[in-house]
């Protein structure tokens, strides 16, 4: 199975910025997509941002334009840069990875543990 490692977030000032790393390791045949979610007090998780295998992106209305997401598929790595940051960015950060376990399928999800982003005003 694949079990991804969040780094990188923190307390910042509102528009500031902050990069937030994910790993992902183990045992898996390939990774399909991944992406960032986030999970505010009091809310459900909404997706932030996500990628594909080929690098092709999609961003949630609130943080278009001033979120990339990247990914290294040699490294199995995915970034989350956000600038310009609100307030309202304030969550719990979670990666998210969808892979497949064999050759030929059982694809699965896997779930950082998740890490703190805190926007003072």
């Known amino acids: 199975q694949v079990q991804l490692v969040e780094s990188g977030g923190g307390l910042v000032q509102a528009g500031g910025s902050l990069r937030l790393s994910c790993a992902a390791s183990?045992?898996?045949?390939?990774?399909?997509?991944m992406g960032w979610y986030r999970q505010a007090p009091g809310k459900q998780r909404e997706v932030v941002a996500t990628?594909?295998?080929?690098?092709?992106?999609n961003y949630a209305d609130p943080v278009q334009g001033r979120f990339t997401i990247s990914r290294d598929s040699a490294k199995n790595t995915v970034d989350l840069q956000m600038n310009s940051l609100k307030p309202e960015d304030t969550a719990v950060y979670y990666c998210?990875?969808?892979?497949?376990?064999?050759?030929?399928?059982?694809?699965?999800?896997?779930w950082g543990q998740g890490i703190q982003v805190t926007v003072s005003s």
């Open positions: 990628i594909t295998s080929r690098s092709s992106t």
């Open positions: 183990g045992r898996f045949f390939s990774i399909n997509a």
């Open positions: 998210n990875a969808n892979y497949n376990f064999r050759y030929n399928g059982d694809t699965r999800d896997a």
